[in-house]
Nanobody
Framework: QVHVAESGGGLVQAGGSLRLSCVVA????????GGWFRQAPGKQRELVAG???????KYADSVKGRFTISRDNAQNTMYLQMNSLNPEDTAVYYC???????????????????WGQGTQVTVSS
């Protein structure tokens, strides 16, 4: 059974930084697509940053130059470093492994889709 767990969210002032972590258990995901999504109240869930199965990176325009996605295959962990945070970044952030990231980035659909429970990020002005 695959388990995805995010951590690292919290309350931070505008201009501050946070690093989110996503640990995957039950699956070695070194060749899987993985991504960070976020959902603010009243808005649709959107891809913030993703890594495709072939290693391509994609960032939402609103976070380019501020957020960095990375992963440590040895630790089965994916990260999202978030710098220069602003109140518009306030949302629940979700880690995804599989087809939701692939659909957002383009690529082959493999038929699996795993989500974490999400971690709240709140940026105060």
């Amino acid at each position: 059974q695959v388990h995805v767990a995010e951590s690292g969210g919290g309350l931070v002032q505008a201009g501050g930084s946070l690093r989110l972590s996503c640990v995957v258990a039950g699956r070695t995901y070194s060749s899987d697509a993985g991504g960070w999504f976020r959902q603010a109240p009243g808005k649709q869930r959107e891809l913030v940053a993703g890594i495709s199965s072939d290693g391509r990176l994609k960032y939402a325009d609103s976070v380019k130059g501020r957020f960095t996605i990375s992963r440590d295959n040895a630790q089965n962990t994916m990260y999202l470093q978030m710098n220069s945070l602003n109140p518009e970044d306030t949302a629940v952030y979700y880690c995804n492994l599989g087809d939701s990231t692939t659909r957002a980035m383009g690529g082959i659909i493999f038929g699996y889709d795993f989500w974490g429970q999400g971690t709240q990020v709140t940026v105060s002005s």
